[in-house]
Structures are given as structure tokens and as C-alpha cells.
């Protein structure tokens, strides 16, 4: 009786080591499955000639970072920013394959701060320590954070990047939204219609709010408008009254394309002109990038 009982636990041991030994083989087969590709940033680009280490670099679609901002060595804030999260690692080698230690930590951020401030960026710390910080606006209406740091001995950067989400500036309106505020106010700011970097090309991402706008002026065929187009500060005054009206022009023709009479519709570029906040933050600069439309 007792050989029998003894058995029978050596049996229920080895089924639970066995079932414990196939769960461990699944989840070690599934996990890869379900992480997370991670992909280069669309905006910050690496050193030239640096490789992508995807093994070592990680992606999660919402995270938070602690960046330091403000005048280095020792007058700095902290500001913990929310939203989709990269660690991306890159590593600068020879022709043998041997790590590259000929960039100096200097020449690597130069070409970052760079890189940021073409798109209008703005440079938030700058030390040997903690690394280079920067911000770059994007068309959504967000904010890019990036923190850069280097080992010259290893040839490596490693990127910590967070998305920020768009501020709600970039609500869409409806058309009986727009004509309250029309008649209410005589103009209304939209975020909702988004331009290519630098650029007056309408992003696809603008097209419910663009058939909101026909539809406003379907609904009421007495109302004529003047487009405006605004822009930030970042750049030359001269050539962002250019853009600005480039813009502005692009969203008059769209409109045109569904047969809005022209005499309804004017475009008119104003630059930076006509800001609704100081140009001095990334959040401000949003705020004064948009279209409006002004009632005649």
C-alpha cells in the first residue's frame, strides 16, 4: 500500500514538472511573437554612418522620461513628458568592424542640435554628463523630446524619444461649430489641417476637417472667407510670409476642387505676424501654426 502511494506522488511530481516544462517552452516561444518592433524615429536621424542596433533598442506606445531643461551645469529643471517611448541604440564602426572612437562626443551632438534647430527645434541642456536634450515640433501639433548621449570609446549613441501627444488645439470643428464661431467671433483658428514639414502640401490627415469646411460652405452659400495662413517665428519673417501664404493658397485650391465659386474665397498669408501666444515655448509655437478662416 505504501509502495503504491509512493508511486503514485512520484507520478503527480513528474506530470507537474512536465506541465510546468511545456508552459515555460510556450511562453519562451510566444514572447518574441508579441513584443514590439522597434523602428527608427521618422524625424531624428542618426550620426552618418552609425547602425541601427535593434536587439538593444526598445519601443513601447506610451511611456514617460524624465528630461533635465534649462541653463547648464547647474541651474536645470526636470519635466517628465508622456507619450510613445524609443530607446534607440547606434554604433559607428570601421571597415574591420572595430568601434569607431575618431567622432568626438562634441562632433555628435553639433550634428543633432543641428539637425533639430532645420526643423525648428529648440535646444533644452547641453552637457558632458547627462547628454544633449532637444525638442522638434511636429505637423500633428506635437512635440518630439529627445534626450541624446555618446561613449566615444564604444562608438555608440543611445536616443531616448518620446512622442508627446498634440496639444487639443488640434480638436477638429464641426460646421455648426465653425459658423457659431464665425458668427459669434467672425474668425476661427484650425488645427486640424496639417502641412508637410516646410512645406504647403496637405497631409491626408486633413481631409475630415477640409470637407467639414465644404460642408460649412454648402450649408451656407452666402458666407464668403479669407484663409488665413499664420505661421511661428522660427525663420526668416520674410520667408515665412512666403509659406504662409503658400498655405494658405493650398487650401483655397482644394476647396475650388469641389466647385466653391472663387469670389467666395480668398487666401492670404500673414507669416508670423498675427501670433495668438509668444513664440518662446514648443507648446506656444503650436498654438501659433495654424489656418483661419475669417469671416468677409
Known amino acids: 500500500m505504501v509502495f503504491f502511494l509512493m508511486e503514485d506522488k512520484k507520478m503527480k511530481n513528474k506530470k507537474v514538472s512536465l506541465s510546468l516544462l511545456a508552459t515555460l517552452i510556450i511562453v519562451a516561444f510566444i514572447s518574441p511573437l508579441l513584443a514590439q518592433e522597434v523602428t527608427e524615429h521618422p524625424l531624428i536621424r542618426p550620426f552618418p554612418g552609425a547602425v541601427f542596433d535593434q536587439q538593444r533598442s ?162 451656407n452659400p452666402e458666407l464668403r472667407l479669407e484663409i488665413q495662413g499664420h505661421t511661428d517665428s522660427d525663420g526668416s519673417a520674410e520667408y515665412n510670409l512666403q509659406l504662409s501664404q503658400q498655405r494658405a493658397e493650398s487650401v483655397r485650391q482644394y476647396l475650388l476642387l469641389f466647385g466653391i465659386e472663387t469670389s467666395r474665397l480668398q487666401a492670404k498669408g500673414y507669416g508670423e505676424t498675427m501670433p495668438l501666444a509668444p513664440n518662446d515655448t514648443d507648446d506656444n509655437k503650436a498654438k501659433n501654426r495654424r489656418v483661419e478662416l475669417v469671416k468677409r
Not at 575618431?102 to 532645420?118: C, G, H, I, M, P
Not at 535646444?123 to 558632458?128: A, G, R
Not at 522638434?136 to 518630439?144: A, H, K, Y
Request: net charge negative.
Open 58 to 219: 526598445e519601443q513601447v506606445n506610451f511611456g514617460e522620461f524624465v528630461f533635465r531643461t534649462g541653463t547648464p551645469p547647474r541651474s536645470y529643471t526636470t519635466q517628465k513628458i508622456k507619450g510613445e517611448y524609443r530607446n534607440l541604440r547606434y554604433f559607428l564602426y570601421n571597415q574591420d568592424g572595430s568601434p569607431n572612437r575618431d567622432v568626438s562626443q562634441l562632433e555628435y551632438f553639433e550634428n543633432f542640435k543641428s539637425a533639430a534647430l532645420e526643423r525648428g527645434g529648440t535646444i533644452k541642456w547641453e552637457d558632458t554628463h547627462y547628454g544633449l536634450v532637444f525638442t522638434i515640433p511636429r505637423e500633428d501639433g506635437g512635440i518630439t523630446w529627445c534626450r541624446v548621449q555618446t561613449s566615444v570609446s564604444a562608438g555608440r549613441t543611445s536616443l531616448d524619444i518620446i512622442d508627446e501627444k498634440p496639444l487639443v488645439t488640434t480638436l477638429e470643428f464641426t460646421p455648426a461649430e465653425m459658423m457659431a464661431a464665425l458668427d459669434s467671433d467672425g474668425k476661427i483658428a484650425l488645427y486640424g489641417i496639417l502641412f508637410d514639414f516646410d512645406r504647403a502640401t496637405l497631409q491626408q490627415g486633413s481631409s475630415k476637417q477640409l470637407q467639414d469646411v465644404l460642408s460649412l460652405l454648402a450649408l
